[in-house]
């Protein structure tokens, strides 16, 4: 997923994350599909695992 894009959205939803997470996330995002982008965020702000 674009860099910008993972910004624009950490910035806009940092106040659902703690300090600390906020890198993780970041890299996670950044090495996304942008097609598969919308069902991984719903992951990982769930906690829920993935499904194919």
């Known amino acids: 997923m674009e860099a910008q894009k993972v910004d624009m959205y950490l910035m806009s939803n940092a106040k659902f994350f703690e300090g600390?997470?906020?890198s993780m996330?970041?890299?996670r995002l950044v090495t996304l599909d942008d097609s598969r982008s919308y069902n991984h965020f719903d992951c990982?702000?769930?906690g829920r695992k993935l499904r194919n």
């Open 25 to 27: 996330v970041r890299d």
């Open 20 to 22: 600390h997470q906020i």
């Open 44 to 46: 990982i702000l769930t």
